[in-house]
């Protein structure tokens, strides 16, 4: 146990960095996507289309990457997706027409699957009491988000988009060598042995699987969607520039990279049901709020840190919920696939967005539709999870 505990702080600190440098790199694309769309002649269904196709693979991939965590261990996968995911990050950079950053944009998505490597991870170091607080704190390396939303914009206009591309491979790789040199798995963690297709038909057929996949889908892709659709839609609502758009987003990834270990660790105390139910109710409300499109600052402005805060709370949530439900042994696999779901509830919202500002010149009908889902997503946690209660 002294052995367990001398490690954790050390590893769930170098995880969490990790998953806030892979964040960044997913994020390249949305925070210039006011940019590509001069540059290019997009239509806002286009501009959509290319801040999301990212987000496909880095939730699809999460099922694989999930399953190799499981048997590979933490610390090498994490340093590999972080060495392969220099490969799209150049390439990204390099692209000078909609076709290739089409192409690549779906191959940046790489980064986004090491949230399945950090979470069997970290879980591995820590008592089951603490979960709550080890998975909360390592999903605040999200926050990679928001250091991509002010930071990427203004690194353009100073080094160029090859330049800052470069520079983000440079980190990635400088991150994977810290991960092989200076993490390690927790001595109670065990590498999987079963064929992986067998593992994942197992986590499938787990009933909490499936429940806990609607739920981050709310809660996760929400924050996904916001994070890589805001600087568009407060570029085309409230006209903002580039880099005050992106200052603004940044803002409300923190918002929710704040509430996020905040949600797991009062999960730890009043249960994670409770928890998810003010998460999501908050949600219904803010998301109505801004169906009225509110000026900003005020109260627009307060309306989507709020809304962070509670999508952010619910992310730290589910993963309790998670540790709670499933036993460790399964905690990568069913990861893997709740963390695709997650993933895939944040790539639809910004084409659906897109769209619907195409047709209409508003975005009000994503955000009525976005409080229908979360108030869907509400009556079933009240509904489906009475008998977990605080345990």
Same mark, same amino acid.
């Given at each position: 146990?002294?052995?367990?505990?001398?490690?954790?702080?050390?590893?769930?600190?170098?995880?969490?960095?990790?998953f806030?440098v892979t964040?960044?790199?997913?994020?390249l694309?949305?925070?210039?996507?006011?940019?590509?769309?001069?540059?290019?002649?997009?239509?806002?269904t286009? /501009?959509?289309?290319?801040?999301?196709?990212?987000?496909?693979?880095?939730?699809?991939?999460?099922?694989p990457?999930?399953?190799?965590?499981?048997k590979?261990g933490g610390?090498r996968?994490?340093?590999?997706?972080?060495?392969?995911?220099?490969?799209?990050?150049?390439?990204?950079?390099?692209?000078?027409?909609?076709?290739?950053?089409l192409?690549? $944009?779906?191959?940046?998505g790489?980064?986004? /699957?090491s @949230?399945?490597?950090?979470?069997?991870?970290?879980?591995?170091?820590y008592?089951?009491?603490?979960?709550?607080?080890a998975?909360?704190? @390592?999903?605040?390396?999200?926050?990679? /988000?928001?250091?991509?939303?002010?930071?990427?914009?203004?690194?353009v206009?100073?080094?160029?988009?090859f $330049?800052?591309?470069l520079?983000?491979?440079?980190?990635?790789?400088?991150?994977?060598?810290?991960?092989?040199?200076g993490?390690?798995?927790?001595?109670?963690?065990?590498p999987?042995?079963?064929p992986?297709?067998?593992r994942m038909?197992?986590?499938?057929?787990?009933?909490?699987?499936?429940?806990?996949?609607?739920?981050?889908?709310v809660?996760?892709?929400?924050?996904?969607?916001?994070?890589?659709?805001?600087?568009?839609?407060?570029?085309?609502?409230?006209?903002?520039?580039?880099?005050?758009?992106?200052?603004?987003?940044?803002?409300?990834?923190?918002?929710?990279?704040?509430?996020?270990?905040?949600?797991?660790?009062l999960?730890?105390?009043?249960?994670?049901?409770?928890?998810?139910v003010?998460?999501l109710?908050?949600t219904?409300?803010?998301?109505?709020v801004?169906?009225?499109?509110?000026?900003?600052?005020?109260?627009?402005?307060?309306?989507f840190?709020l809304?962070?805060?509670?999508?952010?709370?619910?992310?730290?949530?589910?993963f309790?919920l998670?540790?709670?439900?499933?036993?460790?042994?399964?905690?990568?696999?069913?990861?893997?696939?709740?963390?695709?779901?997650?993933?895939l509830g944040?790539?639809?919202?910004?084409?659906?967005?897109?769209?619907?500002?195409?047709?209409?010149?508003?975005?009000?009908?994503?955000?009525?539709?976005?409080?229908?889902?979360?108030?869907?997503?509400?009556?079933?946690?009240?509904?489906?999870?009475?008998?977990?209660?605080?345990?």
């Amino acid at each position: 146990m002294s052995e367990l505990r001398k490690g954790q702080v050390r590893n769930l600190g170098l995880a969490t960095a990790a998953f806030a440098v892979t964040f960044w790199a997913w994020n390249l694309i949305g925070p210039l996507s006011g940019s590509y769309s001069r540059a290019l002649h997009l239509s806002p269904t286009q /501009t959509s289309l290319l801040v999301a196709i990212p987000v496909l693979v880095g939730s699809l991939g999460r099922i694989p990457v999930g399953m190799l965590a499981d048997k590979l261990g933490g610390r090498r996968m994490f340093a590999v997706i972080c060495f392969v995911s220099i490969v799209p990050v150049l390439f990204v950079g390099l692209s000078g027409s909609y076709g290739w950053l089409l192409f690549w $944009g779906f191959l940046l998505g790489i980064p986004g /699957t090491s @949230f399945a490597i950090g979470i069997p991870f970290v879980n591995a170091w820590y008592e089951p009491a603490r979960r709550g607080f080890a998975t909360g704190v @390592f999903g605040a390396g999200m926050g990679g /988000t928001a250091l991509s939303a002010f930071f990427t914009p203004r690194l353009v206009e100073e080094f160029g988009r090859f $330049g800052t591309h470069l520079l983000m491979a440079a980190v990635l790789a400088l991150t994977g060598v810290i991960m092989l040199g200076g993490s390690r798995d927790s001595p109670k963690w065990t590498p999987a042995t079963a064929p992986a297709l067998p593992r994942m038909r197992e986590a499938i057929k787990v009933k909490a699987t499936w429940q806990c996949s609607f739920l981050y889908a709310v809660a996760f892709g929400g924050f996904v969607a916001f994070s890589t659709y805001l600087p568009t839609l407060l570029q085309n609502v409230y006209h903002f520039a580039q880099t005050g758009a992106g200052l603004r987003t940044a803002g409300f990834s923190i918002a929710a990279v704040a509430a996020r270990p905040l949600g797991g660790t009062l999960s730890d105390r009043l249960g994670p049901v409770k928890v998810l139910v003010i998460s999501l109710a908050g949600t219904v409300l803010m998301a109505i709020v801004l169906a009225f499109k509110p000026p900003a600052e005020w109260p627009a402005g307060i309306s989507f840190v709020l809304i962070a805060f509670f999508l952010g709370l619910g992310t730290g949530a589910v993963f309790a919920l998670v540790a709670k439900l499933v036993e460790p042994a399964r905690v990568g696999t069913v990861t893997g696939l709740v963390g695709a779901a997650g993933g895939l509830g944040g790539y639809f919202p910004p084409l659906v967005m897109g769209a619907v500002y195409s047709a209409l010149g508003a975005y009000t009908v994503g955000y009525l539709l976005l409080a229908l889902t979360a108030a869907a997503a509400l009556i079933y946690t009240l509904r489906a999870f009475r008998s977990v209660g605080d345990r």
